[in-house]
């Protein structure tokens, strides 16, 4: 039998080349900015809270506000101004067409440029924001396709100009707690795994029929596609507890699987009236529940589930599992094994932790939990979330994840220093949304990531403990 090629022959094959003059982004740190004149397009349900907290972040201006709608903008413009009425005063709006974004670019210059708008308008805006010079900051997910997220990736290297995908969950006060718990090796060597998008949503169908609003085209993508269709907040986190993508692992393949569409046709039979758009969708080439499971370079194991139609309450999963103990989410809990070398000694009492001794056997019937779990706050709360605590407090969004996320966006812009989440983890992270909707379309068959950092990974240095 002839021997299957390498996955570096397979990835190297699939890999078009580096665009002339173009470099790495790995590392990057743009020239630091005094001040930042920032820009939005899309002010709906999710880009008001992004422009307002930009705006109240020191040093920046916001010179334009952009979205198909007048009333969003002015909306939106009202609460930028009630930021800092002199500083923001300068502020334009655009709206009216599709590509009136395109105007704003090109008028107001802004330094960094956020993006909040449906799905397929991600990559073409971000690519065009870069262009006229811009940092992009785009929402989840980066792009919508491998090819897509390449195009990103090249004018990201050509540029020079960050992109980054806002993965909002990275900066959860748990989510930063595991990952310096997992710098600091609490959970010995990771081993697997556990992240998700478990969010009943169906509610959002109903503007279907409004004509505007999140379900006006979500629902369209739940009706037509079938893979897991929102994989990056419960996977950006965890891909970053296990490095990778960053030096010491990263992504190699996946499988997938989805389960039956049935949830979105029973609620529109349910909770529509007869002549609602809702009834005459055709759901039945989704898949409600998706499941896959992604093997990485070293062969540690990540499962990566997503609902958003299902009677059963939110979850992310956060789970990360190695040698010597456990973290996970939803709700907050904790395994250690009973030879874990870093407990100090109050937490040892505190937790009834035995000593380090070989053949004794720890408590593997219960987690950690409750207060338990909430002593480990005062151990293990990440320097960035303590510096911060009081952002998060003010400015909320999510739990202050937003807040915090925005800061310190617009904090590295201004220090020149590297973001925390670069151009190529966010095209990782939402190729599993290509790659599980192959999976599916072929029973299960296992898809190659594409190496988007052509190799460079390897030498990227892993997040280090921001703080
Ligand atoms: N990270 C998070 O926690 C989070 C939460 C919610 C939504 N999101 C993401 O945010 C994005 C926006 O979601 P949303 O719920 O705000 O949707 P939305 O439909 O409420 O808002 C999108 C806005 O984009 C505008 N728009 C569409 N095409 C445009 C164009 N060509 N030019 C200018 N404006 C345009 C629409 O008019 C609309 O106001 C999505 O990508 C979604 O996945 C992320």
């Not at 060597?189 to 979500?218: K, N, P, S």
């Not at 070989?358 to 510096?387: C, M, T, V």
Request: charged fraction near 25%; include cysteine.
């Amino acid at each position: 039998m002839a021997a299957l090629p390498s996955l570096a022959a397979a990835q190297s094959a699939n890999t078009p080349s580096r665009l002339a003059g173009a470099k790495y982004m790995g590392d990057f740190a743009a020239p630091k900015l005094d001040k930042v004149k920032v820009a939005i397009i899309g002010v709906g349900a999710r880009g008001p809270g992004h422009i307002v907290q930009a705006a109240a972040c020191e040093g920046t201006e916001v010179v334009g506000i952009c979205d198909l709608y007048e009333d969003l903008c002015n909306n939106a413009r009202n609460a930028v101004l009630k930021q800092d009425p002199e500083r923001h005063k300068n502020v334009k709006l655009y709206f009216g067409d599709e590509h009136a974004y395109q105007k704003m670019l090109a008028e107001t210059k802004p330094d960094a440029v956020w993006i909040a708008t449906p799905w397929e308008w991600h990559a073409p805006m971000a690519i065009d924001a870069m262009l006229s010079g811009a940092h992009a900051f785009v929402e989840v997910p980066l792009g919508t396709s491998i090819e897509e997220l390449w195009k990103i990736i090249d004018t990201s290297e050509k540029t020079q100009r960050h992109c980054m995908m806002m993965e909002n969950v990275n900066y959860g006060r748990e989510e930063l707690m595991f990952l310096n718990m997992c710098r600091q090796g609490v959970f010995g060597e990771i081993l697997h795994g556990e992240a998700a998008y478990i969010h009943e949503l169906r509610g959002q169908m109903h503007q279907v029929d409004a004509g505007r609003g999140t379900g006006f085209w979500r629902t369209y993508h739940w009706a037509k596609e079938n893979g897991n269709l929102y994989p990056t907040h419960g996977l950006g986190p965890v891909a970053q507890y296990m490095n990778l993508g960053r030096g010491e692992d990263n992504f190699r393949r996946l499988v997938s699987f989805s389960s039956p569409a049935k949830n979105h046709e029973l609620y529109a039979k349910e909770k529509t009236k007869p002549d609602s758009k809702l009834r005459q969708i055709d759901y039945s080439k989704g898949g409600d529940m998706n499941t896959s499971v992604i093997k990485t370079v070293l062969g540690r194991t990540l499962m990566v589930q997503w609902d958003e139609s299902s009677p059963r309450p939110y979850s992310r999963h956060n789970l990360i599992q190695g040698t010597r103990g456990t973290g996970a989410g939803f709700p907050n809990r904790l395994a250690l094994d009973y030879c874990w070398k870093n407990a100090t000694p109050e937490l040892r009492k505190l937790l009834n932790l035995p000593e380090d001794k070989p053949n004794q056997s720890s408590n593997y019937h219960e987690w950690i939990e409750g207060g338990g779990f909430n002593a480990f706050y005062e151990y293990f709360d990440h320097p960035l979330y303590k510096r911060m605590a009081d952002v998060a407090k003010k400015h909320g969004g999510h739990g202050g994840m937003d807040a915090i996320m925005n800061f310190r966006m617009i904090e590295c812009l201004r220090k020149g220093e590297p973001l925390d989440q670069n151009v190529y983890e966010g095209a990782f992270w939402a190729a599993v949304t290509p790659l599980s909707r192959k999976s599916v379309a072929e029973d299960g068959m296992p898809q190659d990531f594409p190496d988007f950092t052509r190799g460079q990974w390897k030498t990227t240095k892993p997040l280090a403990v921001v703080q």
